[in-house]
């Protein structure tokens, strides 16, 4: 059973309709969505720009890319457990303003570098890597500060929102960066990602919360709050599983996505415009996951549906390296798989990070949140470096069928326990 809204009282008459709060009720959520809905759309410029560069105009290889991807989510291994506990000590809004503004002036370097002749491989790795550490702090604030600011049976509609929010920007994004590609360079397009960045910054700015961080007297030392963080992951079994899945699952991911833009850009030879649609086209599958993943679980159940994406999202993944085999129909296996790959893991992010966010205690959001991270996140650089070595020794699509069954492997740990089959997950810690 949900937890109860904080001093709400259900009106005579109430029971036996949904009272559920709409997340568009609460103070402060509106200029949240609106400036995430903004940086999410610059990103979607960034994520087609960065492959372009490094594959197009530096040539670079499968190791490369690997370091490249390594780069962007190396932070999550290094500094992942500290920022849990520093922004549990810290207020969340503040954390998420200052690391949108280190982004946006960091993302600026590459058009500045480019149209000074100097852009080399290594500087993609550095404006990577400081990029990927203020997300860090960005990610693990965002999701920490959304049980703040929302009541707890809004939470659940909140995620939705910014999610179906985030898949209308990838909907758009990407097709519109693709034509861009025809009359600017790609470097260009980063612009668009740090003002995206600067959107939200400013859109946070004009939130006013009620957090109170806790006193410094109540402070102990960060070794043992992380401890404290990591404990009640580990000691949590519907977690434990969760974690299994979407590490695995992230391992999978990162491998075909660390590769994607060699297959697609030189092996296939499709060219960046058509990614670009490809991309806004298969983008459709998350849009439909955010609309569609309440009406499901009030249907099926929130364990059925969380597994059921798991499922598909392995069975979608074999499309990328089929694609390999069937070149005339490789636009159409692209689109088709990434669709729903997009589709599973939206659905899958909705229902296990809204069961995260109720059953943890407020006071351990931002560990709980780092730790998963650490782990989920973290197995991600090593992912890209075994992508680059795997695609180096044995070749891309080779590589990718390995993603692949991987992927299938991260199904076990829903589909063997007891929460695939449970209507409701834990609210409160078990």
Not at 310 to 322: E, K, N, Q
């Amino acid at each position: 059973m949900s937890d109860p809204a904080r001093g709400t009282v259900p009106p005579p008459g109430a029971a036996g309709r949904d009272t559920t709060p709409s997340a568009l009720s609460q103070r402060g959520f509106l200029p949240l969505w609106i400036g995430q809905g903004l940086s999410q759309l610059g990103y979607q410029f960034e994520g087609l720009a960065m492959p372009v560069i490094a594959v197009t105009l530096l040539g670079a290889t499968e190791a490369q890319m690997g370091y490249l991807n390594a780069s962007s989510t190396a932070a999550f291994l290094l500094v992942g457990l500290l920022a849990g506990s520093w922004v549990d000590r810290w207020r969340k809004r503040r954390v998420m303003i200052a690391t949108d503004l280190v982004r946006a002036v960091v993302v600026l370097a590459i058009p500045l570098l480019w149209f000074a002749g100097a852009l080399e491989t290594w500087q993609l790795y550095l404006v990577a890597g400081t990029v990927g550490t203020a997300t860090v702090f960005f990610d693990v604030a965002y999701q920490s500060f959304i049980p703040v600011l929302v009541d707890a049976r809004a939470i659940g509609d909140a995620n939705g929102k910014l999610e179906s929010t985030a898949q209308v920007a990838r909907l758009g994004g990407p097709a519109v960066a693709g034509a861009l590609l025809k009359v600017v360079s790609a470097p260009v397009l980063l612009v668009a990602n740090a003002a995206g960045f600067a959107a939200s910054a400013a859109s946070l700015a004009v939130i006013r919360d009620e957090e109170v961080p806790p006193p410094r007297s109540e402070r102990r030392s960060l070794v043992v709050e992380i401890r404290e963080g990591l404990a009640f992951v580990f000691a949590q079994p519907f977690l434990r599983r969760a974690l299994a899945t979407t590490a695995s699952s992230n391992i999978a991911s990162t491998i075909l996505f660390t590769l994607l833009p060699i297959l697609v850009l030189r092996i296939l030879g499709i060219t960046p415009q058509v990614l670009g649609v490809v991309l806004s086209v298969a983008a459709v599958g998350g849009l439909a996951a955010s609309v569609v993943t309440a009406p499901l679980t009030r249907r099926f159940g929130q364990g059925p549906v969380l597994l059921a994406s798991t499922l598909l999202f392995a069975a979608s993944a074999a499309l990328l390296p089929a694609a390999a085999l069937a070149p005339d129909a490789a636009v159409v296996l692209v689109t088709a798989s990434m669709a729903l790959q997009s589709f599973g893991v939206v659905v899958y992010n909705i229902v296990q990070v809204t069961a995260r966010q109720r059953m943890c205690p407020h006071r351990l959001l931002g560990r709980m949140n780092a730790s998963m991270r650490f782990v989920v996140w973290g197995v991600m650089p090593l992912a890209a470096l075994l992508a680059g070595w795997l695609g180096t020794a044995f070749g891309t699509v080779t590589a990718m069928w390995a993603g692949v069954a991987i992927g299938l492997i991260a199904t076990l740990p829903l589909l063997t326990g007891p929460y695939g089959r449970m209507r409701e997950l834990p609210t409160r810690p078990e």
